[in-house]
């Protein structure tokens, strides 16, 4: 029981570790798309998949102090959508 304990105790503190020192979101374009990282991952979306990348406001009920104003999805040709960073 407590080597499965211990072993919980390290894999969370670990995930924390990572999320909390991995840098903060971004997104960012190049000649061949736009790619983002949040948290531990990062996407990538050619320009021949990319259809849109909108700004929008939430609505009142999203908005608070600590939240944005304003945010910004990439659309692929499929009609899927991507929060951005």
Excluded: C, E, N
Aim: net charge positive; proline share 7%; charged share 20%.
């Amino acid at each position: 029981m407590s080597f499965q304990l211990s072993v919980t105790v390290v894999s969370v503190a670990g995930y924390l570790f990572a999320v909390t020192l991995s840098p903060r979101g971004f997104t960012s374009a190049d000649q061949y798309g736009v790619s983002w990282r949040s948290g531990l991952r990062t996407k990538r979306l050619v320009w021949a998949d990319l259809h849109d990348i909108r700004q929008v406001t939430p609505p009142a009920a999203a908005v608070g102090p600590h939240r944005p104003q304003d945010v910004a999805y990439a659309y692929r040709v499929d009609g899927r959508r991507f929060l951005l960073p």
